[in-house]
Each structure stands twice: as C-alpha cells, then as structure tokens.
C-alpha cells in the first residue's frame, strides 16, 4: 500500500476501537432480530395516572427490528463498498473476536495477500467513520 493509502485510511486509536465494539454488536443483532418477533401484544397503559397516553409494544418492536437491521446492513454494505469480492472475509473478521489473516488463509481461503487483506479492512473502518459520523 503506498503511503497516500496509509494516510487516507488513518483513525485514531480510539476511534478505531469505537467502530471495532460497533462491528463486534453484529452476530448479537442477527440474533436479536431472528428472535425478537413477538409483534402481537395488547396496548399498555403507561401507568401514569390520567396521563391517556397508550404505550404501543408492536409499534416499538418493530422500531428495534428496523433499527437493527439498519446495523447489519451498514456493516455489510460497507463491507461491500471496501472490497465486493473480499466481502464475506471482510464481515467474519471485524464482526468476532480473534479473526487473523492466518485464519482466513488457512481455513476460509482468502484469495487475497495479507498486506492488501489490511488494507481492505483498513478502508473498511474507514468508509464506517465516514457513514457513522
């Protein structure tokens, strides 16, 4: 990668790890959105005496599912925008914990070399900077 590269793609230390907790959120969101489908439920009241005000369930249920398929959805596309064909690569490795480029080489077969691997996913936290900001 050539150094206009580095510098372009640079994030502080802790910006980078803001993103990295971000991006690590992703398997739980896939499993909250699998799970969390109980859409039928009464009208609460709120509890507030003589307030009036009706607390809708469904209507906030599905405010939280939209919301969590909003995530998934910016990692993948960003994923996506870093590199299309290096995706899946990209999306296993800054969604969990422990994933290496020895990993993706040896059990996942990467077509890629290491160096252009980081700078992918580089440019992927980058891109993610620029989305969420």
């Known amino acids: 990668m050539n150094s206009k590269n580095c510098r372009e793609y640079k994030l502080s230390k802790n910006r980078y790890k803001e993103l990295y907790y971000f991006c690590q959120q992703y398997s739980e969101w896939k499993d909250m959105l699998r799970f969390s489908n109980h859409s039928v439920k009464s009208v609460l009241l709120s509890g507030m ?3 009036g005000m009706l607390k809708d369930q469904t209507g906030e249920l599905a405010e939280k599912r939209v919301g969590l398929q ?8 960003t994923a996506e925008e870093a590199d299309p064909i290096l995706k899946k690569f990209i999306i296993k490795a800054v969604t969990n914990d422990g994933i290496t480029y020895t990993y993706l080489s040896q059990c996942m077969e990467i077509p890629c070399g290491k160096n252009m691997y980081y700078e ?14």
């Open 120 to 133: 992918k996913r580089r440019k992927f936290y980058w891109l993610l900077d620029k989305k969420l900001k």
């Open 49 to 51: 005496p003589g307030s």
């Open 70 to 77: 909003e995530k998934i959805n910016l990692v993948e596309a």
